[in-house]
């Protein structure tokens, strides 16, 4: 069972400041499993580490790229915000990558050459000549950045009202997770306030929604199937780490697929679609207040 959203009943406070905090996270000495007992949920979410610094910097270089034609100040400001903290995220993942599953004996190799291929050459800026083609190409990755801001945001959320810590989850991961989640609730707005601004186009948000869908479910899929294999405390068919997989999304764990890429989706494409309705502000705020790594936060 999933527990009660913790902070529903407080007032939203509205804008908040979007700045990046640097964290740091001790991973020394913390089992491959860290949820006890449940080594699929363990390295499903784990796998987030190998994505996430690739992803993050494409995001970082493409809204460098965008910000000099900003004219609106306050949109200016949060997309600096959002900069610093993609940032840090993405130095942050890597950091636990490396000191973590790498440090476990864990060969990413593959996984990472992957993900370098899809963001650094597949979804690179274009060398066209022509301007206008160039600026196409901007809205194009400016979308699909939104549409994957919308998963982060969800996954944020689940990542505050989900059931690790009925299950003994190593408290360090958690507020790794939690951390990160409560930031991408918190900035969730920014992305798609970026895209409106450039290109407010329903079909080009559908669009890159189909692409999000895509690289996440493709991404968890074959990523959960490569941990799996590359575990060694772990021997299972593709079939049990499926079954297994719904067990632990039952369990509160894991997201749920049909949840995750059905509701969630059907959300994203609602003409009138605001992200402010996917997540709770105060509660991410209230969470960053109070997490061990956030409070230690270097200025
Ligand atoms: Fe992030
Ligand atoms: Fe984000």
Redo the contacts with the bound molecule.
Sequence with gaps: MLRPRRFEHEIDPGPVQIQARRVHFDVSGIPLHWIPGHPVASNVVSLFNVVLPAA?RW?VATYNEALPLVKDPRLAEDMRG?IG??AT?ADTHDQVLRQYLIGHGIDVQPLLDQVEFVFQKSLAPTSAADPRRRLNHLYDRLWLIAAI?HY??VLGDFSLNNAWDDHGADPTMVDLFRWHGS??VE??HV?HDVATYFHDSYLDRIRAMGLAVALLFGFIQRGARYLTAADPGVEMSWSTLQLTRIRDSKAGLLPRFRTLFGANTLTYFRPGYTPEHIASTAQAVAYLAGSPAARAARP
Excluded: D
Aim: aromatic share 14%.
């Design positions: 993050e995001f959002f903290q993609e995220h801001e982060t945001a930031e991408e900035h969730r992305a």
